[in-house]
């Protein structure tokens, strides 16, 4: 099924979510389509001016326009003090640009914030379709409902987007070959090259 001409939300509970559970999709998607990003936090420990350089190269690489973007700073330990807050922000969020698909944490994700994200999201965004993106290292157990194929550029911009973040690549998940093995693993189970899976949380057709 192709999408095309239908505006998307992604929303991060951390700027760097986006690009390694839905990176592939943004930038195909982003090609036909009004591609939204929702920025929540920013990591602990980092300083913020040379972070959010890395996180402005690896929006650009994405294709995702400045002007498209929300970005905030709360708590990235403790999005649950703000849950109200952050609610509203998405309804707010959603009068704004009314998205026919939204991009959030899946509901099997055990980060903390990443739960609160889901679900003040799915409270919000009730008229929109909702996918869950996978973390693996997050997840105990994952729905694969959603199956989006993904070229070998897609792959190759979502590799070179997660590398702008030079201050995490000491992360295990950081890895360009993990990121292409799961897609090449995604990629199969559909009898394609390449793909990313969601979660199913609602459909609007």
């Not at 929702?38 to 929006?59: C, I, Q, R, T």
């Not at 292409?180 to 199969?188: E, Y």
Request: hydrophobic share 40%; charged share 25%.
């Amino acid at each position: 099924m192709e999408i095309k001409n239908k505006t998307i939300l992604a929303v991060a509970p951390h700027l760097d979510d986006i690009e390694l559970g839905v990176g592939g999709t943004i930038y195909k998607l982003g090609k036909q389509n009004t591609v939204h990003y929702l920025g929540l936090s920013l990591p602990p420990m980092v300083a913020h001016d040379s972070f959010m350089e890395e996180f402005w190269k690896s929006a650009f690489h994405l294709g995702i326009k400045k002007e498209n973007m929300i970005l905030k700073n709360y708590d990235p330990r403790d999005l649950f003090k703000d849950r109200m807050e952050i609610l509203q922000l998405f309804y707010d969020t959603y009068k704004a640009i009314k998205p026919d698909i939204v991009f959030v944490p899946n509901s099997n994700d055990i980060h903390q914030s990443h739960q609160v994200v889901y679900q003040e999201a799915r409270r919000a965004f009730k008229y929109a379709t909702i996918l869950g993106y996978e973390l693996p290292w997050n997840s105990l157990s994952f729905s694969m409902d959603v199956f989006i194929e993904l070229s070998e550029e897609d792959i190759k911009v979502k590799q070179e987007s997660i590398n702008c973040f030079e201050s995490q690549k000491q992360r295990t998940f950081f890895s360009n070959d993990i990121i292409t093995d799961l897609a090449k693993l995604r990629g199969k189970q559909i009898g394609k090259d390449f793909a990313e899976c969601f979660e199913l949380t609602r459909l609007i057709m």
